[in-house]
């Protein structure tokens, strides 16, 4: 009974994304050798802090879960759409938004609350990592709950990133982190995950949720949504390659950045994130460690190692200290316990 209780994957997955912000908060913007510097000999070894303090990045997360747990089920674009305005808006005009959130972000939330359409309120060329940092809540639903299945879910991630950053990529990133996430969580092995990934990836590649998406597609220049979504999913293949090409290599020791990029833009934050678990995939804590000392966007890699590490281990990857310490603690349980017992 205790391995079945102790387990809790979804949990696992909620703390360790906000475990992997707090540590990759203090390092965020610096290089390596600055970071390596300010905390010598070996970068942070632990989130510091009671509370340890995290980012725009778990507070954009427990923003989904909270319009996720609120929506009217089953889900739809109309069920949903107005849950996650709200807890956007929310979380733009809260006060504890003071975490250096991105620009992105801010300017769809003002769009969003000065009540323009979800479509016209987003930056319909980012693709910042701010799309898919906050996607986890969606690859923790529940498959056959509330009428979530691959194709809900997968609409669903692309729908959240879409309402603030409306490029392809956005898009298509969110969705394959939330699979990651998904696949973990349900047991899949990490051996094989990259080409379970990049299956789904050439399955997805014009496949246009247009029920949720709508005209978000019409661009100049673009003939046809599926012409759109191709060429977000195009660059989800091209960064997995470098991403397979980083694992054959396997060096713990260089930066991580440098394989697969810094991840300020969704599909670099996805697959560094990814590249840190898999360095260390029977070790999380040495996971957060190496995605903390990160020479880009050391919070948002860092919170996705800690998902996609927390979704494989379960609560048990993280120290009892620093699931006690950790900022929005009761938020993160709250929602931990809703998932782990459907």
Same mark, same amino acid.
């Not at 697969?260 to 995939?281: D, H, Q, S, V």
């Given at each position: 009974?205790?391995?079945?209780?102790?387990?809790?994957?979804?949990?696992?997955?909620?703390?360790?994304?906000?475990?992997?912000?707090?540590?990759?908060?203090?390092?965020?913007?610096?290089?390596? #050798? *600055?970071?390596?510097?300010?905390?010598? #000999?070996?970068?942070?070894?632990?989130?510091?802090?009671?509370?340890?303090?995290?980012?725009?990045?778990?507070?954009?997360?427990?923003?989904?879960?909270?319009?996720?747990? !609120?929506?009217?089920?089953?889900?739809?674009?109309?069920?949903? !759409?107005?849950?996650?305005?709200?807890?956007?808006?929310?979380?733009?005009?809260?006060?504890?938004?003071?975490?250096?959130?991105?620009?992105?972000?801010?300017?769809?939330?003002?769009?969003?609350?000065?009540?323009?359409?979800?479509?016209?309120?987003?930056? *319909?060329?980012?693709?910042?990592?701010?799309?898919?940092?906050?996607?986890? #809540?969606?690859?923790?639903?529940?498959?056959?709950?509330?009428?979530?299945?691959?194709?809900?879910?997968?609409?669903?991630?692309? %729908?959240?990133?879409?309402?603030?950053?409306?490029?392809?990529? /956005?898009? /298509?990133?969110?969705?394959?982190?939330?699979?990651?996430?998904?696949?973990?969580?349900?047991?899949?092995?990490?051996?094989?995950?990259?080409?379970?990934?990049?299956?789904?990836?050439?399955?997805?590649?014009?496949?246009?949720?247009?029920?949720?998406?709508?005209?978000?597609?019409?661009?100049?220049?673009?003939?046809?949504? *599926?012409? %759109?979504? $191709?060429?977000?999913?195009?660059?989800?293949? $091209?960064?997995?390659?470098?991403?397979?090409?980083?694992?054959?290599?396997?060096?713990?020791?260089?930066?991580?950045?440098?394989?697969?990029?810094?991840?300020?833009?969704?599909?670099?934050? %996805? /697959?560094?994130?990814?590249?840190?678990?898999?360095?260390?995939?029977?070790?999380?804590?040495?996971?957060?460690?190496?995605?903390?000392?990160?020479?880009?966007?050391?919070?948002?890699?860092?919170?996705?190692?800690?998902?996609?590490?927390?979704?494989?281990?379960?609560?048990?990857?993280?120290?009892?200290?620093?699931? !006690?310490?950790?900022?929005?603690?009761?938020?993160?349980?709250?929602?931990?316990?809703?998932?782990? !017992?459907?």
């Amino acid at each position: 009974m205790d391995a079945i209780v102790t387990s809790r994957h979804v949990s696992g997955a909620l703390f360790g994304l906000a475990l992997g912000d707090a540590l990759g908060a203090k390092t965020e913007f610096l290089q390596v #050798p *600055e970071i390596l510097r300010r905390f010598p #000999p070996s970068g942070p070894r632990m989130p510091e802090g009671n509370p340890a303090r995290v980012t725009d990045d778990t507070q954009m997360a427990l923003a989904v879960a909270e319009a996720l747990v !609120e929506a009217e089920k089953p889900y739809t674009v109309h069920t949903l !759409e107005g849950p996650l305005r709200r807890a956007f808006i929310a979380w733009n005009n809260s006060p504890d938004n003071n975490r250096a959130p991105g620009i992105t972000c801010m300017t769809a939330c003002e769009n969003l609350e000065r009540g323009l359409p979800w479509y016209k309120a987003t930056v *319909e060329r980012s693709k910042g990592c701010g799309a898919n940092m906050r996607v986890a #809540p969606v690859g923790l639903l529940t498959p056959g709950k509330d009428g979530v299945d691959a194709t809900t879910r997968a609409a669903i991630a692309q %729908f959240q990133a879409a309402m603030t950053h409306g490029h392809p990529t /956005a898009l /298509a990133a969110s969705d394959l982190t939330a699979i990651a996430i998904s696949d973990l969580v349900a047991g899949g092995d990490y051996q094989h995950l990259l080409e379970r990934l990049r299956s789904y990836a050439e399955n997805q590649r014009t496949v246009y949720h247009s029920d949720w998406l709508g005209i978000l597609w019409q661009r100049p220049g673009v003939t046809s949504p *599926e012409e %759109f979504i $191709a060429r977000g999913w195009d660059e989800c293949l $091209a960064v997995l390659d470098r991403l397979a090409s980083a694992l054959e290599v396997m060096d713990r020791d260089s930066d991580p950045c440098l394989a697969t990029g810094e991840g300020w833009i969704a599909e670099e934050a %996805f /697959a560094t994130g990814l590249l840190c678990f898999l360095l260390f995939p029977d070790d999380p804590v040495a996971a957060l460690q190496r995605a903390a000392v990160t020479s880009g966007d050391s919070d948002s890699i860092a919170c996705l190692t800690g998902v996609f590490a927390g979704a494989y281990h379960g609560i048990n990857a993280w120290p009892i200290d620093w699931l !006690e310490r950790i900022e929005y603690r009761d938020r993160l349980t709250a929602f931990g316990n809703i998932w782990d !017992e459907m």
